[in-house]
Nanobody, 120 residues
Framework: VQLQASGGGLVQPGGSLRLSCTASGFTLENHTIGWFRQAPGKGREGVSCIIRSDGSTYVSYSVKDRFTISRDNAKNTVYLQMNSLKPEDTAVYYC??????????????WGKGTQVTVSS
């Protein structure tokens, strides 16, 4: 079982990035899947999730209207499109999956993080 995240990097304020996370060893469609982030000196924050029970989407207020989560079942991959990036979005971003009905750190599987740095 593995989650492989990619797509992080350095971007200027106002720019965009798309993170990808591909699962192997299990099917994302049957799980709650999501993105979390952790900035230096701060706790891990749930950014956005797709909830397995009904396919509804949770989006953190801090990224609302800027970030969009999506899933490609054929590719077993989840994406996070990040637009209008701000310096405060700088963090290590993690993808995660689990059987819980919610978007929190109780996920069963975690990928290695990918660094996103927003700076001019």
């Amino acid at each position: 079982v593995q989650l492989q995240a990619s797509g992080g990097g350095l971007v200027q304020p106002g720019g965009s990035l798309r993170l990808s996370c591909t699962a192997s060893g299990f099917t994302l469609e049957n799980h709650t899947i999501g993105w979390f982030r952790q900035a230096p000196g701060k706790g891990r924050e749930g950014v956005s999730c797709i909830i397995r029970s009904d396919g509804s989407t949770y989006v953190s207020y801090s990224v609302k209207d800027r970030f969009t989560i999506s899933r490609d079942n054929a590719k077993n991959t989840v994406y996070l499109q990040m637009n209008s990036l701000k310096p405060e979005d700088t963090a290590v971003y993690y993808c995660a999956a689990g059987t819980l009905v919610g978007c929190n750190s109780g996920m069963d599987y975690w990928g290695k993080g990918t660094q996103v740095t927003v700076s001019s």
